[in-house]
């Protein structure tokens, strides 16, 4: 495995090479996962376990020690559930492995009906969107591979997690209208049944911002690779650590501290703007239907008001940045996140984050 090898310096305590290549087989294409294994598992030791020799009990102890200090606030909640599914999934490797023949996951059962906590959507959360404004304006100043990469999470929403398993092949040709198609994999959503899931949702590119993204590859779209299509000047896949290099990069490049604004929040930034984006698009167009079958002065002059309100919002998100449409309905995935906003902050509050000043309108509840 290349990249087993290439990490031999990096295993966690208490595993040998062939051990460690065991418990991340067929993950070499994902090194943020793997990179996560390996600080739970040093972390795990550290508080003085070994996950190949911890019994249920001990396990369970553990769990409910991370729960504690939780409570107390030493501990994030996210931090406390990332711990417990990581050990659970690294043991469930270990005991399907030949090589730790014998093993039992000691984790069990033990986290089997818990629920990742909802997250809490607090003024630190957001970055501020002047902020945000002055990193836009030093993306030009980079490489085109690295502006794609920049415009991908403050114009899509698109996480560092999202940007690792991107292959090139996921870009595929929009029929014969010169556009490029981006699919994706629908994030989970807790509580949602198999049924109601859509497993790929996909965002197609306009003609103008096509021609960009074949700068660096010509036949994008129409070949079958299943590399990574973002890429570090080093020519490596990039994982958590080189997305947050690369805003550190930018935050430095506009004259802000280096930690002015963390790709989380550039990411979030990005889902609220292509949902509000996304959402007026829609609604111009069924006023422009509306408009077209009114039947009297009045209601025409109501339509052309909502639809100056309409515009009010997307003109100035259009101007700063337009350079697709997502295929069908916005993602449900991303539509929890805008939900999961409004109901801890506010409609206001998500204007304000956004930097818009519009009259403020009614956010239609959808299922």
């Given at each position: 495995?290349?990249?087993?090898?290439?990490?031999?310096?990096?295993l966690?305590?208490?595993?040998?090479?062939?051990?460690?290549n065991?418990?991340t087989?067929d993950l070499?294409?994902?090194?943020?996962?793997?990179?996560?294994?390996?600080?739970?598992?040093s972390?795990f030791r550290?508080?003085?376990?070994d996950?190949?020799?911890?019994?249920p009990?001990?396990?369970?102890?553990?769990f409910?020690?991370l729960?504690?200090?939780?409570e107390e606030?030493?501990?994030?909640?996210?931090?406390?559930?990332?711990?417990?599914v990581?050990?659970?999934?690294?043991?469930?490797?270990?005991?399907?492995s030949?090589?730790?023949?014998?093993?039992?996951?000691p984790?069990?059962?033990?986290?089997?009906?818990?629920?990742?906590?909802?997250?809490?959507?607090?003024?630190?959360?957001f970055?501020?969107?002047?902020?945000?404004?002055?990193?836009?304006?030093?993306?030009?100043s980079?490489?085109v591979?690295?502006?794609?990469?920049y415009?991908?999470?403050?114009l899509?929403?698109l996480?560092?997690?999202?940007?690792?398993?991107?292959?090139?092949?996921?870009?595929?040709?929009a029929?014969?209208?010169g556009?490029?198609?981006?699919?994706?994999?629908?994030?989970e959503?807790?509580?949602?049944?198999?049924?109601?899931?859509n497993?790929?949702?996909?965002?197609?590119?306009?003609?103008?911002?096509t021609t960009?993204?074949r700068?660096?590859n010509?036949q994008?779209?129409?070949?079958?690779?299943?590399?990574?299509?973002?890429?570090?000047?080093?020519?490596?896949?990039?994982?958590?650590?080189?997305?947050y290099?690369?805003v550190?990069?930018?935050?430095?490049?506009?004259?802000l501290?280096?930690?002015?604004v963390?790709?989380y929040?550039?990411?979030?930034?990005g889902?609220?703007?292509?949902?509000?984006?996304?959402?007026e698009?829609?609604?111009?167009?069924?006023?422009?239907l509306l408009?077209?079958?009114?039947?009297?002065?009045?209601?025409?002059?109501?339509?052309?008001?909502?639809?100056r309100?309409c515009?009010s919002?997307?003109?100035?998100?259009a101007?700063?940045?337009?350079?697709?449409?997502?295929?069908?309905?916005?993602p449900?995935?991303?539509?929890?996140?805008?939900?999961?906003?409004?109901?801890?902050r506010?409609?206001e509050?998500?204007?304000?984050?956004?930097?818009?000043?519009?009259k403020k309108?009614?956010?239609?509840?959808?299922?």
């Open positions: 495995m290349f990249y087993n090898i290439f990490m031999k310096d990096k966690p305590a208490g595993f040998t090479q062939e051990e460690w065991a418990v087989e070499q294409e994902h090194p943020g996962t793997v990179n996560d294994y390996r600080k739970v598992l972390r550290a508080y003085g376990y996950i190949k020799t911890v019994t009990e001990e396990a369970d102890r553990f409910r020690m729960e504690k200090e939780a606030g030493r501990l994030s909640p996210n931090t406390v559930h990332r711990y417990q990581t050990l659970r999934a690294v043991a469930g490797r270990m005991q399907k030949n090589l730790f023949a014998g093993y039992e996951n984790f069990s059962g033990i986290i089997r009906k818990d629920r990742r906590p909802k997250r809490q959507y607090t003024e630190e959360t970055a501020d969107p002047a902020v945000i404004a002055k990193l836009i304006r030093q993306i030009p980079f490489p591979s690295r502006q794609i990469l415009e991908s999470m403050y899509l929403g996480f560092p997690h999202q940007l690792e398993k991107i292959r090139v092949s996921d870009f595929r040709d029929s014969d209208s556009k490029i198609r981006l699919y994706l994999q629908e994030e959503i807790p509580g949602r049944s198999a049924r109601k899931r497993p790929e949702i996909s965002f197609t590119f306009f003609e103008e911002y960009r993204l700068q660096n010509p994008l779209g129409h070949i079958d690779d299943t590399r990574n299509y973002f890429l570090t000047s080093r020519h490596l896949p990039y994982t958590y650590r080189s997305v290099q690369a550190r990069d930018l935050c430095v490049r506009a004259g501290p280096e930690h002015a963390t790709p929040q550039l990411s979030l930034y889902i609220m703007r292509s949902y509000i984006l996304d959402r698009i829609r609604r111009r167009s069924a006023l422009d408009l077209e079958r009114a039947s009297s002065e009045n209601e025409t002059r109501r339509i052309r008001r909502e639809i309100k515009e919002v997307l003109i100035p998100l101007r700063t940045g337009w350079i697709g449409t997502w295929d069908r309905q916005y449900a995935s991303r539509m929890k996140i805008i939900h999961d906003i409004i109901g801890q506010s409609e509050e998500l204007y304000r984050l956004m930097d818009i000043r519009a309108q009614t956010w239609e509840k959808r299922p």
